[in-house]
């Protein structure tokens, strides 16, 4: 079973605006983190923002935000005042804590900022 | 202080041969993982290392591939009698501990099977 949905194989978002960019996950663990990665055509994986099952709020680093709706089990990811430089594929990704070893991540969205 | 590192950055190999590829993670994590990412696909798990347990090696596609990890640090993923269909990079992450931590990625080994 799909354990990490991303619905939108590609986005576009004009310069300077903000975008979602769409998680949707499945486990029944409890207790389980959720990450975003960026991948830029150069091929690295850089680690955005993580998100606790049991955080209170939601995770935010500099320009990028997670909409963590547990109920939903949603992790939105947005980005603030894109920027061209943030063209590149996001991988949604989860850890479970108690029943899973591994990490799964998400077909992920290519993301591309128009000037 | 340095990254998790892999060699080599390419390979091209001819199909049947056995190719090895190497991975330094960071020092201090105890959690690494091997992953292979297709042109413009996802990341597919492959194998898991966490300290002394015994690996989770349920991602490994058939019995061609295997993986070591020597003394709770480098790991070496080994591919046997190599197949076009090998062709993929090969990531390499480490994590502090376990899942609930982020992983850090090396560049990959990019494997080209002729």
């Known amino acids: 079973a799909q354990k990490i949905t991303q619905t939108q194989p590609g986005m576009f978002v004009q310069e300077k605006e903000a975008v979602t960019l769409d998680c949707t996950y499945d486990?029944?663990?409890?207790?389980?983190?959720l990450f975003w990665y960026k991948q830029p055509s150069s091929g690295e994986m850089i680690f955005l923002i993580y998100q606790g099952s049991y955080d209170q709020q939601n995770a935010t680093e500099g320009r990028y935000s997670l909409n963590f709706q547990k109920a939903r089990k949603s992790a939105n990811l947005v980005i603030s005042a894109s920027q061209l430089g943030d063209s590149a594929m996001y991988f949604c990704a989860m850890g479970e804590h108690n029943y899973g070893q591994n990490f799964v991540f998400g077909p992920g969205t290519r993301l591309s900022v128009l000037p | 202080g340095a990254g998790v590192s892999q060699s080599p950055s390419n390979k091209v190999t001819e199909k049947g041969k056995d190719v090895e590829l190497r991975c330094d993670p960071i020092s201090g994590h105890t959690a690494l993982y091997w992953y292979r990412q297709s042109l413009g696909q996802g990341l597919e798990f492959l194998i898991y290392?966490?300290?002394?347990?015994?690996?989770?090696k349920s991602g490994l596609p058939s019995d061609r591939f295997s993986a070591e990890r020597t003394g709770g640090s480098v790991s070496t993923l080994t591919i046997q009698r190599t197949q076009q269909e090998d062709s993929a990079v090969y990531l390499c992450a480490s994590s502090f501990r376990d899942s609930s931590y982020e992983q850090y990625f090396g560049p990959g080994t990019r494997l080209t099977v002729t």
């Open positions: 290392f966490q300290g002394n347990s015994a690996p989770d």
């Open positions: 486990t029944s663990d409890p207790s389980y983190g």
